[in-house]
Nanobody
Framework: EVQLVESGGGLVQPGGSLRLSCAASGFTFSSYAMSWVRQAPGKGLEWVSG????????RYADSVKGRFTISRDNAKNTLYLQMNSLKPEDTAVYFCAKSPGWWIVTTTTEYDYWGQGTQVTVSS
């Protein structure tokens, strides 16, 4: 059974940092691209960042480029999202999502598995 379990969310002041983790199990983690997707209150899903399998190439949404860093540890079957210089508009539930293959997927309807999400709140 595929499981994706996010952790690391919380309340942080503007300008602060958080690191999210996503522990994966039930599939060969190293063979699949992974992404982070968020949903702000009252809004739709927004793709944030993705990392492919193989060479670990990464992509970012313009809204987080230069502030967020996605990474993966295949030995630990874990996906990470380092979030720096956080802004109130980054407040959202953050989900990790599994791609159906090695390539990065940015369309949220194409993921085949999702985690339960972790809340990030940026507020003073």
């Amino acid at each position: 059974e595929v499981q994706l379990v996010e952790s690391g969310g919380g309340l942080v002041q503007p300008g602060g940092s958080l690191r999210l983790s996503c522990a994966a199990s039930g599939f060969t983690f190293s063979s699949y691209a992974m992404s982070w997707v968020r949903q702000a209150p009252g809004k739709g899903l927004e793709w944030v960042s993705g990392i492919n399998s193989g060479d670990g190439s990464t992509r970012y949404a313009d809204s987080v480029k230069g502030r967020f860093t996605i990474s993966r540890d295949n030995a630990k079957n874990t996906l990470y999202l380092q979030m720096n210089s956080l802004k109130p508009e980054d407040t959202a539930v953050y989900f990790c999502a599994k791609s159906p293959g090695w390539w990065i997927v940015t369309t949220t309807t194409e993921y085949d598995y999702w985690g339960q999400g972790t809340q990030v709140t940026v507020s003073s």
